[in-house]
């Protein structure tokens, strides 16, 4: 992939080498048929490849590239809602389980509109800090995904994740249909066949408002590593 990936990008001509706007987002053409644009921030750059076949959005951060998201007609797409503490860490985390081909971090599960960092970290508002993740069906199932998300931080926990304690930070799954809330009570009884204590909440999805932009991809932008989202086998 990487390979192939540098040659799709040495190959990039700006239409219009100039002009950026705010954002730092630069139109390309490929091949005459594609539309790549390229965002910068810090030390991540995004390329996002659109056609009328595929769309494919690759990473380069910190000295890495790989890819984030591939689309196309033939992909069974799907979406699932997860919240487990601090969003950097579990963003680090199913951003790079195989099938996974995108991630947003964000807010939901309060009544309040358009909710902003500061006033979730300060409790103004009901919201948790979760994740999106956008899924190729046919590469991973959905219990795979709750088996990562029980996996990669402590459901026993009812104030928190972790250090970061607050109610933003408390475990729960958002599910979008009644097989999904099925499938994570499942493997919520599996665990607890284990020995395991899970006080993860289920509920059905909200609202999901996206989080700022400097929240996205945190750790690749910085070059960290998740310091409460070290993924257990159980």
Not at 22 to 30: E, G
Not at 114 to 131: D, G, L, M, R, S
Not at 164 to 181: A, H, V
Request: aromatic share 12%; charged share 25%; with cysteine.
């Amino acid at each position: 992939i990487h390979s192939l990936i540098y040659l799709l990008v040495v190959r990039l001509r700006p239409e219009n080498p100039a002009h950026t706007d705010q954002q730092h987002q630069t139109k390309y053409s490929f091949h005459r048929r594609c539309i790549i644009l390229c965002k910068s921030n810090a030390k991540v750059v995004t390329f996002h490849f659109i056609s009328s076949k595929k769309s494919i959005r690759i990473v380069y951060s910190v000295g890495r590239m790989y890819l984030c998201s591939q689309k196309n007609d033939s992909m069974k797409q799907e979406k699932a809602i997860f919240a487990a503490g601090c969003f950097w860490g579990v963003q680090h985390q199913f951003q790079r389980v195989d099938g996974v081909m995108n991630t947003i971090v964000g807010y939901t599960g309060g009544p309040e509109e358009n909710p902003k960092y500061p006033e979730v970290k300060a409790h103004q508002t009901h919201h948790v800090e979760a994740i999106i993740v956008d899924y190729d069906a046919d590469i991973v199932s959905y219990e795979d995904l709750c088996k990562v998300f029980f996996e990669i931080h402590d459901p026993a926990q009812t104030d928190g994740v972790g250090p970061d304690i607050g109610p933003q930070y408390r475990s729960e799954i958002f599910y979008l249909n009644e097989e999904q809330k099925q499938i994570a009570e499942s493997v919520i009884e599996l665990l607890r066949s284990k020995g395991h204590v899970v006080n993860t909440i289920l509920r059905p999805a909200e609202k999901f408002w996206e989080g700022e932009e400097y929240h996205q991809h945190y750790y690749d932008k910085t070059g960290g590593e998740p310091y409460c989202h070290i993924r257990v086998k159980k």
